[in-house]
């Protein structure tokens, strides 16, 4: 049967009818836990820290007044504490919650006084590391300030007491309220003997209790409980002649005699502890693998440490020893059943029953395994460093460890962070004695940087002064003006005057003339440019097809014209007499679309030859996803009724549809890479389609759901794995989705400095800018979003176009957001009142605009505006300088950004617009003739004057 003495055990609440010797130290310890919400239980290791705190105090309690919470450090105190409040909740524990939040529904859950109770809290000093100190101490200062009924215990061995001092700084009151646990005195001893004696009905013989006690400590009044209880359990042992683990004695049931007569036969109590250790050891198949096993429980300060049975595998390698798996397991159980180890518990661990065993093993340690241990230790708490902080071994450190690097055994991530220290270690000094060798070098780079910059210098100088000259000699020769603004511009190509002096002598020359070739032959600069007749009606829209060899628009006859990039007409039809609503160009310009107001649908190939006539459904709010030609194949997408996609075939007219949405189709559009179809509805989603190259049909893949409002339009960036999404939802209206799902949304509208990636927003700008959005759609490789929005002054469903004879009562405007988007503009009016603009008063930039933008592009240095009312569009350079006023509306840039299209009512204008342009036209193509201009006539002339 089981010993009723708890041998190296701690004593519980359930063992509280055993529990005697204590009564004073009882009364004080219930005392003094009201004096404050902290109190501090030290003492040496063996005194009955834990016992008197779980079995004497617990004992004073009723049970509706103490709820005591139990916690270890484990592998980190902050993590314990967490898994232990949520044992203990009744009531499910979020994430998000507070620690004083949790600790105040635990007592909600049970409406009891809450008590912590952390035991052997030097492990927190032995093993922790600064960062989880420091972030215990928050939390224990958290608790204290709560208002919950909640106490705390601190049970620390009183070695380890200097270490509080560390919260001294937080919780000034540490210190106050504390209690030292002594060890018992003789009578309490004898007590702590008679008494558990009693309650058994054990008989023990007169004298018997003076005797044991005498014999356990002949000098002295003070008594080591856990040699006591160590000997009361080889004495009962030998009282019940029985071997361990058989039944649990009941009071009565036993008829057991302690005599005088035992204590002679118990032999020698020196050194119960080492004996009880050899004894256990011996019976172990191999005792060194046993004892090396139990070495690992032990800590570099000699104290007991948790291990799992892998951290006991690679430790046990240190000591020379080497075991599998299964035998590992099998020792463990075996040292359990000897009472040496604690039971594993639901974390995997297992621990030496008490520090008195650690201790006892620690004196087997030889001098080298010592400094191994201490070693080993040393690497654990770098690499826990490491993990918080990223900061590797140093010189000094691997010196330390280079020593025992044989026979320091540790696992595959230990052993990453020595070699990768050595590493930077090694980077580090072979980057030194390249300093080292190139510090010669290197000063000479410092001063021929000097140099070069002073050089630099002179080179901005000079490119200031000749624009400077080409200001001055735009009135007296704008061909000369020019060259020199394109010298200066080739010296400093940074200068943003330069470009401006540059456009300023080039539109001169353009707007001036006559000029003749080397023949004498008179030309013409505007046609070299852009031939264009003027057309019978006015031009409503016009753009650029995506390789920027032809243009396309459609007229107030409702006439869909191309022509190509020098302004030849070569396509010109008529087959509808109800207003063009939009028109789409196919990537390969192979074919065009026209969608007029009666929702007729018209596809025309280049040749003229219509090939398609169908009735399709569209919003008014947005008709420009209507229709939508693949990029790698001749199909097009158009909607349908009953919420349907229909996908027809150019080739052999053949269609077939796509189903999935329970809302009206807004809008369907390929991918770049003709893979995928991203159609927007009013029921609030985004369907992802994808080709399936078996069937040569598209097939749903995904449906995107998480938005609040109907999907007015969809549009793919140029690597086809993002979608941007315009809704009504507030105050996302902007969302841009990976075609997996991640999500990014935009609070108002924000702006990439890169092409699409996974690149962070950067700036924000206002949300209500003008009317409301209808149409998002990426522009400039990506670097950009082009929003277009309309005055709701009637209902969307009623409006009318642009084309009709009625006055137009839907307006419509166009806004960018990116690198240079319409916040920048706004800074910008200021400088349009130079442009002869009236300002309607003081500019907020985060309230409203001074001007409306009819309509704004954006190239890769350029952005043109036209302000709403106003018959000419202007270019402004990246740095938000104003560079030109162009005749026209609509400005529109070629995919290449070399050209700006305007409308001019009957007449379309191309306009280079940028500056490398202008420099290839004039020197390559010679657009202006001979133009030669010899500057010693200029400085005549300047002289003259």
């Known amino acids: 049967m089981k010993s009723p003495f708890k041998f190296l055990d701690a004593y519980t609440i359930t063992d509280r009818e055993v529990f005697f010797g204590r009564d004073h130290e009882i ?16 003492g040496i290791s063996g005194t009955g820290k834990s016992s008197l705190v779980n079995c004497g105090l617990a004992s004073r309690f009723d049970e509706s007044d103490w709820l005591p919470v139990n916690i270890r450090r484990g592998n980190n105190i902050i993590e314990s504490l967490n898994d232990a409040f949520n044992k203990e909740a009744l009531t499910s524990l979020k994430k998000n919650q507070s620690l004083s939040e949790k600790l105040q529904s635990i007592y909600l859950d049970h409406f009891k006084p809450v008590y912590l109770l952390f035991d052997q809290f030097e492990e927190l000093f032995i093993f922790g590391s600064q960062e989880e100190k420091s972030g215990f101490i928050k939390l224990v200062k958290e608790i204290s300030e709560s208002e919950t009924q909640c106490r705390i215990i601190f049970i620390i061995r009183e070695e380890f007491l200097a270490g509080m001092t560390e919260f001294e700084s937080e919780l000034p009151n540490i210190f106050t309220n504390r209690f030292r646990v002594e060890k018992m005195k003789r009578a309490n001893a004898i007590n702590a003997v008679e008494g558990p004696c009693k309650v058994f009905e054990f008989k023990t013989e007169t004298g018997f209790s003076e005797e044991l006690i005498d014999k356990l400590c002949p000098a002295g009044n003070e008594i080591e409980l856990t040699y006591l209880q160590i000997y009361l359990d080889r004495i009962f042992r030998l009282a019940t002649n029985e071997q361990p683990g058989t039944l649990n004695p009941e009071p009565g049931t036993f008829i057991i005699n302690f005599s005088k007569e035992l204590l002679t036969k118990t032999g020698s109590v020196s050194d119960l502890l080492g004996q009880f250790l050899d004894e256990q050891v011996r019976e172990m198949d191999d005792p060194e693998t046993g004892m090396s096993i139990l070495k690992s429980f032990v800590s570099v300060q000699g104290t007991k440490k948790q291990m799992t049975a892998p951290e006991i595998g690679g430790a046990i390698k240190a000591f020379g020893a ?61 690499y826990a460093n490491f993990e918080k902080r990223k900061i590797f071994l140093g010189t ?19 052993a990453e962070f020595i070699d990768n220290s050595r590493t930077k270690i090694s980077a580090r000094q072979r980057a030194f004695k390249r300093i080292l060798g190139y510090s010669t070098i290197g000063f000479l780079i410092i001063i021929i940087s000097v140099v070069l910059y002073y050089f630099r210098s002179n080179i901005r100088a000079k490119s200031r002064e000749l624009t400077i000259e080409a200001f001055l ?95 030849r007409l070569l396509f010109s039809k008529a087959e ?33 030859e219509i090939i398609y006539k169908t009735k399709v459904v569209f919003n008014p709010v947005n008709p420009l996803d209507v229709i939508n030609f693949s990029p790698s194949e001749n199909i097009m997408t158009c909607l349908s009724w009953n919420n349907k996609i229909i996908i027809h075939n150019l080739d052999d007219n053949s269609d077939y549809e796509l189903t999935g949405h329970s809302g009206e189709v807004n809008g369907a559009v390929f991918s770049p890479d003709g893979k995928f179809i991203a159609s927007a509805s009013k029921d609030s989603s985004v369907i992802i389609w994808l080709h399936n190259n078996a069937t040569g049909i598209f097939n749903m893949t995904r449906k995107l759901t998480d938005f609040s409002g109907p999907i007015w339009s969809v549009d793919f960036a140029r690597n086809s794995k993002y979608v941007l999404c315009l809704s009504d939802s507030i105050p996302f209206p902007l969302t841009i989705k990976k075609i997996s799902g991640e999500y990014r949304n935009f609070e108002r509208v924000a702006y990439f400095e890169d092409p699409i990636n996974d690149s962070s927003l950067i700036r ?43 006055s137009r009562e839907f307006d419509y405007h166009r806004i960018i957001y990116s690198h240079m988007s319409l916040f920048s503009l706004n800074q910008l009016n200021k400088y349009m009142e130079d442009y ?14 001074d001007y409306f933008y ?29 560079i030109r006023k162009f005749k026209g509306t609509r400005p529109c840039f070629s995919p290449d950004g070399t050209h700006l299209l305007c409308i001019d009512n009957k007449n379309l204008k191309l306009y280079p617009s940028n500056e490398k342009e202008l420099i290839r036209l004039y020197t390559k193509e010679l657009i202006f003739g001979n133009t030669e201009k010899d500057k010693d006539e200029w400085r005549h002339f300047f002289k003259d004057d």
């Open 764 to 806: 924000q700008v206002p949300w209500a800018y003008y009317g409301k959005y209808y149409s998002a759609h990426f522009t400039a490789n990506d670097a950009a979003i082009r929003i277009s929005t309309f005055i709701d002054s009637i209902s969307p469903g009623k409006a009318k176009f642009k084309g009709e004879k009625s």
């Open 27 to 42: 009364t004080e310890l219930y005392r003094r836990v009201f004096e404050s919400k902290m109190l501090l239980v030290y």
């Open 854 to 882: 009819d309509f704004v592009d954006v190239s890769a240095k350029y952005i043109a505006a036209n302000i709403s009312g106003k018959d000419f569009s202007t270019l402004f350079y990246q740095d938000q300088l104003p």
């Open 322 to 382: 080497e075991i599998s798996e299964a035998d590992l397991i099998r020792y463990l159980e075996k040292f359990v059943e000897l009472r040496i180890l604690r039971e594993r518990d639901e974390a995997g661990h297992y621990e030496l029953r008490h520090d008195a065993l650690a201790a006892k093993i620690y004196e087997k340690f030889t001098l080298s395994e010592k400094e191994l241990l201490e070693v080993r230790q040393f690497v654990e708490n770098a």
């Open 836 to 849: 002869g603009l009236d300002s309607s008063g003081y500019i907020d930039r985060t309230e409203a605009f």
């Open 473 to 567: 000699q735009r009135e007296f020769s704008p061909s000369l003006s020019l060259k020199t603004a394109i010298e200066a511009y080739r010296k400093d190509t940074s200068s943003t005057i330069a470009i401006k002096a540059m456009f300023d002598s080039f539109y001169e020359l353009l707007d001036n003339g006559p000029y003749y070739d080397s023949l004498n032959n008179e030309i013409n600069p505007q046609e070299a440019v852009f031939d264009f007749t003027t057309c019978n009606s006015n031009i409503l829209y016009a753009g650029f097809s995506q390789d920027g060899k032809y243009v396309y628009g459609y007229l107030e006859d409702n006439t869909v014209n191309i022509w190509d990039i020098k302004g």
């Open 396 to 414: 000094d450190d691997l010196n330390y460890i280079a020593p025992y690097a044989d026979k320091l055994f540790v696992n595959k991530k230990l």
């Open 576 to 608: 509808n007499q109800t207003p063009v609503v939009a028109l789409n160009f196919a990537p390969d310009n192979e074919f065009i679309s026209a969608l007029y107001l009666d929702s007729t649908a018209i596809v025309w190939n280049i040749k003229g």
